[in-house]
């Protein structure tokens, strides 16, 4: 955001401000490189959740 847009902003009125922000943003074209980071992303935490509660479970029964 710029000095201008924040000056124009600053300028509204609350229900202006209100019904400015009520416009939802168009969706943001993402490159292919980006897309594939996020699908490694979901990857990896969809494979490490499995790890994780297995480790808690193993730790907790060990510990009794």
């Known amino acids: 955001m710029t000095y201008c847009d924040r000056e124009l902003i600053s ?3 609350p229900s202006q401000l209100t019904a400015a922000t009520e416009h939802p943003l168009p969706r943001r074209k993402l490159g292919r490189g ?3 980071l996020l699908i490694l992303l979901r990857v990896y935490v969809v494979i490490s959740i499995p790890i994780v509660c297995y480790a808690f ?4 029964l060990t510990s009794q």
Request: aromatic share 0%; no cysteine; glycine share 0%.
């Open 34 to 36: 980006i897309v594939a």
């Open 57 to 60: 479970v193993r730790a907790i």
């Open 11 to 13: 300028v509204l009125e």
